[in-house]
């Protein structure tokens, strides 16, 4: 991917109510802004008008086959960390249509259709999505092919992200190594500095489309304690995170081919495919042709698909995974081993998605665990 | 990188023949609409094969490579996409993308005996390899072909089987699952032909198309016989929405089949081999 991140601007503070004027300097520029709403009871991705539309004072609580939100103590505006929607949806949209052709004669034509949308501007990304993002970067080019509609969109994309002050009980980034500090693949990092005598956020431009845009909005210098309070806010994330992954998971799912937790993980799973919906990094995705009923006009539409389903690996003959103990171990041993083999990085970001919105609450991280105790030791 | 803008798109291809193979299999010989479209491709390669608004399908490229026109598929029909396109005639379009994967070891298996083990319809993807090596005859040691299929009535490219076997630089030997009475080759699996084959196995690079569980047992022969894992090559199939690595349906431990395979030496997929519903 072309774009590259760095910025040497330092850091500078916002006040709560500059996040207005980010927001217009970004609808200014042409962008669509999408970042946290409200709705349905869960904090979703949407398009972002207004920061009053931000989920002001809202908590998440979060576990295996759990999301409730509840109200804080604080106003805080990113004191939640992520829902079931994850920025793929803008990036590699859920549904898509890849062209239509037209009957000529006995034979047609294909046109491609116009990709005229704006470029996206995300706020509130949380580290685990950026990584999520430049994993699925590595998906759709990989060497050999390349999503044009993805990369554009990826391209053009402008990320504010946030850094995490409150992990869920199903957050495992500090043990993916993806979070929950943002490092980098920002173009602007915000912290949420909030106490009794301020609401403000230390703001640090990853990119000079970062830097330059910063220098549009109001803003202070930092001093010695804004950029320790803004640290200290990483560090208690990362103290607080209450779950880990299994180390070394990639080669010891290697060795697990045939392990009985499979068929024990089977009985509980239901096959349902959400763990995979909600996934920010599950990339796989089928096609449908359709026509329209004159027959003069067929389309191609791709769609998110899911390992889960019956269909997924039918080949003449029947389905190469007719069990749910195969399509668990594809999904999970894709996730965490043979996705490095593919993309020379793990398929998980330790968001911990797949965990709260599985409705029987299996938790890859204890799937991991029992494999590994399984073998003794350590 | 990329060499076509958008490898999503399919390239229109006019059916200038077909040719009924066997009661469930045909052939289409395809001319690219423009007239100038060309696609070389190598030897166990394939293509996706669109239907105008019923779908795609992934079909190994069953012609001689050293021809780019016209291009060849044989088709099976077996399922809904497939079926419809048997129903097409001359002048019919269908849409191409491709060519996709990995080939065949032909220059590999230069200076070495060759085995080529198909069965059923895994004969059309071998073809392209035949056609090169018959074409080089003089770059390899002895050729043979085995292939086994259901019943007589299921051999396909009869006509070409009985050419290569009136050949003096190529054994060619047949054999079906069952027959009746007119049948006086040879009746039982194609690994039985494996085992007396009277091919060297130190010197032997073994090709092997067919169902999986005729694989499967092949290879177990050719092992038994002394060919390693390094020496054999098959081609494996699975679900294809995309054939570029992007939809994910075809993965097989960390392969992608479309782009890692369809082609792979055994000794890279071995230990996948042999896990149920992989």
């Known amino acids: ?378 | 990188m990329t060499h076509n803008a958008d490898p999503m798109r399919p390239i229109p291809y006019r059916i200038h023949r077909v040719r009924s193979e066997l009661a469930d299999t045909f052939t289409l010989d395809l001319v690219p609409e423009d007239g100038v479209h060309s696609l070389n491709f190598a030897p166990g390669q394939f293509n996706m094969v669109y239907l105008f608004g019923g779908g795609e399908v992934p079909i190994s490229i069953s012609g001689d490579p050293a021809r780019t026109a016209p291009l060849v598929h044989t088709i099976r029909a077996v399922g809904p996409v497939t079926r419809a396109m048997k129903a097409l005639g001359r002048g019919d379009t269908v849409g191409i993308r491709g060519p996709f994967g990995t080939t065949w070891p032909v220059i590999e298996a230069e200076g070495s005996d060759v085995v080529i083990v198909a069965g059923g319809v895994g004969l059309a993807p071998l073809r392209p390899a035949i056609y090169h090596i018959l074409a080089n005859r003089e770059k390899y040691g002895d050729v043979r072909l085995y292939y086994g299929a259901r019943t007589p009535d299921d051999i396909l490219f009869l006509s070409e089987l009985r050419e290569w076997r009136g050949r003096f630089d190529m054994i060619v030997e047949v054999t079906v699952d069952s027959a009746r009475g007119y049948w006086a080759g040879r009746v039982g699996v194609v690994t039985h032909l494996l085992e007396r084959g009277r091919y060297d196995p130190e010197e032997t690079v073994a090709l092997v198309c067919g169902p999986e569980i005729m694989m499967r047992f092949a290879i177990k022969t050719l092992n038994q016989r002394g060919v390693d894992n390094d020496q054999i090559y098959v081609s494996m199939e699975r679900n294809m929405k995309c054939a570029i690595g992007f939809c994910g349906h075809c993965q097989f431990g960390p392969y992608f089949v479309c782009k890692d395979g369809p082609v792979f030496r055994f000794d890279q997929i071995a230990s996948l081999f042999s896990l149920r519903e992989l």
């Open chain 1, 1 to 378: 991917m072309a774009t590259h991140y760095s910025s040497s601007a330092p850091p500078v503070r916002l006040g709560r109510h500059s996040l207005q004027a980010l927001i217009d300097a970004l609808r200014g520029d042409g962008y669509t802004v999408i970042g946290p709403r409200l709705e349905d009871a869960a904090i979703v991705y949407a398009p972002l008008e207004s920061a009053d539309s931000l989920p002001e004072g809202w908590v998440d609580q979060q576990e295996g086959g759990h999301y409730r939100l509840l109200r804080g103590e604080r106003p805080a505006l990113f004191d939640y960390v992520v829902g079931p929607h994850s920025w793929k949806r803008y990036l590699y949209p859920p549904r898509q249509r890849l062209w239509q052709a037209h009957k000529q004669g006995k034979g047609w034509r294909v046109k491609e259709p116009l990709d005229n949308t704006a470029p996206y501007a995300f706020i509130g990304v949380r580290s685990c999505e950026i990584h999520a993002m430049r994993i699925q970067d590595r998906v759709f080019d990989n060497g050999a092919f390349a999503d044009p509609a993805y990369i554009k969109r990826r391209q053009q994309a402008f990320i504010v992200a946030v850094n995490c002050a409150h992990p869920a009980a199903t957050c495992f980034c500090t043990s993916m190594n993806s979070g929950p500090r943002a490092k980098e693949g920002f173009d602007l990092c915000m912290t949420e500095l909030l106490d009794e005598q301020r609401h403000e956020f230390l703001v640090e431009a990853g990119s000079d489309k970062g830097a330059a845009l910063l220098t549009r909005l109001p803003h202070r210098p930092c001093d010695e304690n804004d950029l320790r309070q803004a640290e200290a806010v990483a560090t208690a994330a990362s103290q607080a995170m209450q779950r880990e992954m299994a180390p070394d998971v990639a080669a010891l799912l290697k060795r697990h081919p045939e392990h009985p937790r499979w068929q024990e993980v089977a009985q509980r799973c239901l096959s349902c495919a959400n763990c995979t919906q909600v996934c920010p990094t599950c990339f796989c995705s089928t096609v449908e042709d359709v026509t329209d009923l004159s027959g003069q006009t067929a389309q191609r539409w791709r769609q998110w698909d899911s390992c889960f389903t019956l269909d997924f690996s039918y080949i003449h003959g029947g389905s190469i995974r007719r069990e749910t103990r195969s399509r668990y171990r594809q999904w999970m041993t894709h996730k965490l081993s043979t996705w490095h083999d593919q993309f020379d990085t793990s398929g998980c970001v330790g968001c911990g998605r797949c965990i709260t919105w599985c409705p029987v609450g299996i938790d890859i991280t204890e799937e991991a665990k029992a494999i590994r105790d399984s073998e003794g030791g350590t």
